[in-house]
Nanobody
Framework: QVQLVDTGGGLVQAGGSLRLSCAASGRTFTMGWFRQAPGKEREFVAAINRNTYYSDSVKGRFTISRDNAKNTVYLQMNSLKPEDTAVYYC??????????????????WGQGTQVTVSS
């Protein structure tokens, strides 16, 4: 199995930036980020395999990237808004799925890292 450790969350003012990291213990193909705010369902944020994908709410502000040599994926979050406040979870799949936006296709998950954006 693959173990994921996601880090980099914190408190930032609106308009600020954070960079999340997710280190995987093994090789993966599709990696993604999801977030969950209190009282809300977990939602897709971004994913990467041979391409990158973003939810409409973060497109143009967030950038997902990976360092395959380190088995690490990053989420650069710029122009943060209070509505971005959530626990962010890294996810990975060792195979390929066209449904990268669905949490159901991911087999491995990080513990989550809290991102709080103040106004």
């Amino acid at each position: 199995q693959v173990q994921l450790v996601d880090t980099g969350g914190g408190l930032v003012q609106a308009g600020g930036s954070l960079r999340l990291s997710c280190a995987a213990s093994g090789r993966t193909f599709t990696m993604g980020w999801f977030r969950q705010a209190p009282g809300k369902e977990r939602e897709f944020v971004a994913a990467i395999n041979r391409n990158t994908y973003y939810s409409d709410s973060v497109k143009g502000r967030f950038t997902i990237s990976r360092d395959n040599a380190k088995n690490t994926v990053y989420l650069q979050m710029n122009s943060l808004k209070p509505e971005d406040t959530a626990v962010y979870y890294c996810a990975a799949n060792r195979g390929y799925s066209g449904s990268y936006y669905s949490q159901r296709v991911y087999d491995y998950w990080g513990q989550g890292t809290q991102v709080t954006v103040s106004s």
